[in-house]
Each structure stands twice: as C-alpha cells, then as structure tokens.
Nanobody
C-alpha cells in the first residue's frame, strides 16, 4: 500500500521559515518525480515545486528564490524548505508522486500571519 505522509506545517509570521517533509512508503521512490502542491481557500490546487528522480527541479514563479525542494532517497523523503514566507503562501500543502498513477498525501496546513 502506497502512503505519502506530510508533516511540518504550522503557523508562522510573515518573513519566517518552515520545512515540510513527505515520507513515502510502499513504492519505489528514487526514480519517481515528486512534487509539492498547495491549495488556498477558494482557489485551485497549484504546483509549487517538483523534483525529478534525476535531480532536475522546477519551481513556480511565485516561490522561486524563496522555496527549495530536495529529497533524500535513502530516507524516501522529499522536503520543501520555505523561507521568507508571505501571507499568500497560506494554504494546505500536498506532496504528490508521479507513478503509473498519481499518489497524493493528506496535506499539511501552512498559515502565514501578516
């Protein structure tokens, strides 16, 4: 059974930092593209960052220069380091694995107070 479990969300003041983690089990991890998405209230889910198994990284324009995606294949975990957080970064953050089908985590809430 494939499981993706996010952690690390919380409440932070604008300008602060958080580090999200997503631990994966039940499927080969190292070759898969992993992504972080977020959904703000009343808005569609959007891609924040992704990282291919080979190491290529992509970021949305909204977070480029502030967020960093990384992965530890030995720990089967993908991370999202979020710095200089802004109120518009508030939302539920999900990790996703691109496999024969997409697998999603349950989400973790990030709230940035201004």
């Amino acid at each position: 059974q494939v499981q993706l479990v996010e952690s690390g969300g919380g409440l932070v003041q604008a300008g602060g930092s958080l580090r999200l983690s997503c631990a994966v089990s039940g499927i080969i991890f190292s070759t898969k593209t992993m992504g972080w998405y977020r959904q703000a209230p009343g808005k569609q889910r959007e891609m924040v960052a992704n990282m291919h198994g080979g190491g290529t990284k992509n970021y949305s324009q909204a977070v480029k220069g502030r967020f960093t995606i990384s992965r530890d294949n030995a720990r089967r975990t993908v991370y999202l380091q979020m710095n200089d957080l802004k109120s518009e970064d508030t939302g539920v953050y999900y990790c996703k694995m691109d496999a024969a089908r997409d697998y999603w985590g349950q989400g973790t809430q990030v709230t940035v107070s201004s």
